[in-house]
T-cell receptor, first 114, second 114 residues
Framework: AQSVAQPEDQVNVAEGNPLTVKCTYSVSGNPYLFWYVQYPNRGLQFLLKYITGDNLVKGSYGFEAEFNKSQTSFHLKKPSALVSDSALYFCAVRLREADNDMRFGAGTRLTVKP | DGGITQSPKYLFRKEGQNVTLSCEQNLNHDAMYWYRQDPGQGLRLIYYSQIVNDFQKGDIAEGYSVSREKKESFPLTVTSAQKNPTAFYLC?????????????FGDGTRLSIL
């Protein structure tokens, strides 16, 4: 069975600094990987996904993520953080062979301070 | 604009009472999902449906029931058998059979016990 780990409950960065939110996964096959963002009392919004090909994936709001197969990681990054990026971020994995089995990490709360 | 509508936004349940959470989508998606979100635990799958009149249990289906009489609608009933119903409930949908596509989420219903 697949699983996702987000090793940091909380990440704090200063506005203008680069940010990284970490995600590692464990699967027995080929994964699709996703990042979502959640603002208070709202649903999850899709940011970006990795399917195949280029290991660096670009998504919404200036976010990008790097797929590293050897380290089974899919870290979310942004070169310059904004206060408005403060939110809860979820990494998710789905096996290509298990269409309805999507696993979410526990979430990382990002706080960007002015 | 297409999307997922969940109602009500806030719901209170009395002891021994069943309550029903509404989820409607106009995205023409075949697959629909219900998740429960608790702080620090990420999202856990309650039920999902791939087609009208069919649904499957997820990881935490006990104390919950669903129906799928129409493609657009996937209501969730929290029964009195669910002893710890206080949580944020999220409905999602996706194009069935397209595993590389993200799920779309509604804005959730927050359920509390009176």
């Amino acid at each position: 069975a697949q699983s996702v780990a987000q090793p940091e409950d909380q990440v704090n960065v200063a506005e203008g600094n680069p940010l990284t939110v970490k995600c590692t996964y464990s699967v027995s096959g080929n994964p699709y990987l996703f990042w979502y963002v959640q603002y208070p009392n709202r649903g999850l919004q899709f940011l970006l996904k990795y399917i195949t090909g280029d290991n660096l994936v670009k998504g919404s709001y200036g976010f990008e993520a790097e797929f590293n197969k050897s380290q089974t990681s899919f870290h979310l990054k942004k070169p310059s953080a904004l206060v408005s990026d403060s939110a809860l971020y979820f990494c998710a994995v789905r096996l290509r062979e298990a269409d309805n089995d999507m696993r979410f990490g526990a979430g990382t709360r990002l706080t960007v301070k002015p | 604009d297409g999307g997922i509508t969940q109602s009500p936004k806030y719901l209170f349940r009395k002891e021994g009472q069943n309550v029903t959470l509404s989820c409607e989508q106009n995205l023409n998606h075949d697959a629909m999902y219900w998740y429960r979100q608790d702080p620090g635990q990420g999202l856990r799958l309650i039920y999902y449906s791939q087609i009208v009149n069919d649904f499957q249990k997820g990881d935490i289906a006990e104390g919950y029931s669903v129906s799928r009489e129409k493609k657009e609608s996937f209501p969730l009933t929290v029964t009195s058998a669910q002893k710890n119903p206080t949580a944020f409930y999220l409905c999602a949908s996706r194009v069935q059979g397209r595993g590389n596509q993200p799920q779309h989420f509604g804005d959730g219903t927050r359920l509390s016990i009176l």
